[in-house]
Every structure is written in C-alpha cells, then in structure tokens.
C-alpha cells in the first residue's frame, strides 16, 4: 500500500524561499500508470492544485503559480519536491502531495499533510 509522507518548514517568513518534500513509500514515482502531485488548502478555502508530476517525468505547474513554484524528482530517493519562491502571507496553507491516477485523473491516495505558515 502506497504511503506519502510530507516534510518541510513549518514557519517561513515573507519573501523567503519554501522547499516542501513528499516522500513516497510502497510504489515509485517514475510508475507510467500513476501521477504525482501537490495540492494545498489555505485556510477558510477550497483545495488548490499547485503541480503536477506525470509521465516520464512531466512537470505542469498552475498558471497562477509558475513564476514561483517549480518541481525537483529525485527517483533514487523516491521523493519529489515542491519548491514555492517569493512567499507571501497568503501561501499559508496546508500542503498535501498526492497520486493520482493518470488514466481518468482521480486521486487515489494522499499524505497527512504540512502546515506552511507564512508570517514575520
């Protein structure tokens, strides 16, 4: 069974750089059936896609997000990395990286998830 697991910095403050690492357990994220993923929710606010990590290594970025959030792989460790620059107070937000199933698009299996507090 697949397990993700998020890591970062709790409290950054504005206009620093944020590096947010998913670790993934039980499968590997050069899999060509599977797609990867980070995904937030700033408080009182609906889900937000951030990135996402797809077939033979595949990076998309939300539009709203490509000036300062790009994607590090590093299949060795089976991990991926979301790294957000020029933060602001309202990057704030629970981080959850996720896979997500590349035919029909559903996620099926999420980490716990990170607190990013942007504040000085």
């Known amino acids: 069974q697949v397990q993700l697991r998020e890591s970062g910095p709790g409290l950054v403050k504005p206009s620093q750089t944020v590096s947010l690492t998913c670790t993934v357990s039980g499968d590997s994220i050069t899999s060509n059936d599977y797609y990867w993923t980070w995904i937030r929710q700033p408080p009182d606010r609906g889900l937000e896609w951030i990135v996402y990590?797809?077939?033979?290594?595949?990076?998309d970025v939300d539009p709203s997000l490509e000036r300062r959030a790009s994607l590090l792989r590093d299949t060795a460790s089976n991990q991926f990395t979301l790294r957000l620059t020029s933060v602001f107070p309202n990057d704030t937000a629970i981080y959850y990286c996720?896979?997500?199933?590349?035919?029909?698009?559903?996620?099926?299996?999420w980490g716990q998830g990170t607190l990013v507090t942007v504040s000085s």
């Open positions: 990590l797809g077939y033979a290594g595949r990076v």
């Open positions: 996720a896979k997500g199933l590349i035919n029909g698009g559903a996620i099926i299996a």
